[in-house]
Structures are given as C-alpha cells and as structure tokens.
T-cell receptor
Framework: RKEVEQDPGPFNVPEGATVAFNCTYS??????FFWYRQDCRKEPKLLMS???SGNEDGRFTAQLNRASQYISLLIRDSKLSDSATYLC????????????FGTGTSLTVIP | DVKVTQSSRYLVKRTGEKVFLECVQD?????MFWYRQDPGLGLRLIYF???????EKGDIPEGYSVSREKKERFSLILESASTNQTSMYLC????????????FGPGTRLTVT
C-alpha cells in the first residue's frame, strides 16, 4: 500500500472554476503535511503547508482531517497559470525524516 | 533566497559509465535527499542523509551510491550507468526535524544511451 495516494486526474477545468483535490495517507504517525506545485520539467515548489486548523492563502485553501487521514486542496477562481501538477506530501518526522510524496494530480485550466 | 543547486541540468552518458551528480545547498540543512522522477511513478527516494557521512537507503537504492563529506554537499553516484537509469534526478534538503518543507534543486535530466 502506498504511503500517500492521490487521484492522478487529469482535471480539466474552465477559467474561474473551483477545483478540489484530495489526498489520503496511510500512516497515522504522519505529522507534517504539504502541498507542492510542479510545473512541466521543473522542480517541485512548496505551495502551502497544511495545518490542523486549516489554512488559506489567497485563492488556495488547505484542510487536514487527521481522523480520516486525508488532506485537501481547494483552488477557487482558477487561472490559466494554475495549470500544473499538484503533489501531496507527508512527513512522519522520525529519524531520517522521510518525506512521502503522492504521484501528483494534473490540473489544466482551459480558457 | 534559499538555494539548492545541482551540477548539471542535462547529462548524456553511455551504458557502463560512472556518473556523478552533485548537489549543494546553502541553507545549513541537516537533511539531504536524492530522488528520481519518472512519468506515472512520481518521486521515488533513492538515498537520504541526515548528517555528514551518514546515509540511509530509500526505496530504490540499487545501482546507486551516495557520498556526504560536507554538510552542504550530497553526491549521487551511478557506479555503472544503465539505460533504465534514464530519468530526472532531483536533490532536496530540509531541516533536521522535518517540520518544514523540503527545498528542491532544479533537477538533472540524465539520459543513458
């Protein structure tokens, strides 16, 4: 079983739409959670950390549900520039601090 | 501005060659990581290091080795490159406790012919 699972998509949405991605993780000991964005042929870059209380950054909202072991990302008012792959990442913060990555969800925002 | 740099963006090598991929970070991070990324498979951890001269195998260490002689530098070595090692290689670093995110280098696209 994979540590982190995501729907690979692709999600094709029109500009201005709201889109939501979910991600599940298998290990309840996971302690740190992140959403990364990766553009084609580029490295992953942090989009936002995910906190238990939920957090918002402009059009982006991240939520964590520890009881159900899932993380979500909501993008409102989608822009063409939001087209990318979104990676869900968890860290159990034990020795070595391995980060576990989902395979990513592909988003294309269509004019 | 935090930075992770990798020695090459693109590399073409022949089967059987020894290949060195270098990664340097300027954030004084304790942890450093090497991943490969292939379509449909996502990022897979090859090796990581949580201190100088310390290393731990990740999920796919076969055919690779690593070296960390200085805190800022983490090298990935392909002892005898094979065509199935053609991939995008990404280096990353993070603080020791993993509370904060990883920072990635720009990646090295390696082709083995």
């Amino acid at each position: 079983r994979k540590e982190v699972e995501q729907d690979p998509g692709p999600f094709n949405v029109p500009e201005g739409a709201t889109v939501a991605f979910n991600c599940t993780y298998s290990n309840s000991a996971s302690q740190s959670f992140f959403w990364y964005r990766q553009d084609c042929r580029k490295e992953p870059k942090l989009l936002m950390s995910v906190y238990s209380s939920g957090n918002e950054d402009g059009r982006f909202t991240a939520q964590l549900n520890r009881a159900s072991q899932y993380i979500s990302l909501l993008i409102r008012d989608s822009k063409l520039s939001d087209s990318a792959t979104y990676l869900c990442v968890v860290n159990m913060r034990r020795t070595g601090n391995q980060f576990y990555f989902g395979t990513g969800t592909s988003l294309t925002v269509i004019p | 501005d935090v930075k992770v740099t990798q020695s090459s963006r693109y590399l073409v090598k022949r089967t059987g060659e020894k290949v060195f991929l270098e990664c340097v970070q300027d954030m004084d991070h304790e942890n450093m990581f090497w991943y490969r990324q292939d379509p449909g498979l996502g990022l897979r951890l090859i090796y990581f290091s949580y201190d100088v001269k310390m290393k731990e195998k990740g999920d796919i260490p076969e055919g690779y080795s690593v070296s960390r002689e200085k805190k800022e530098r983490f090298s990935l070595i392909l002892e005898s490159a094979s065509t199935n090692q053609t991939s995008m290689y990404l280096c990353a670093s993070s603080t020791r406790d993993g509370e904060y995110e990883q920072y990635f280098g720009p990646g090295t696209r390696l082709t083995v012919t």
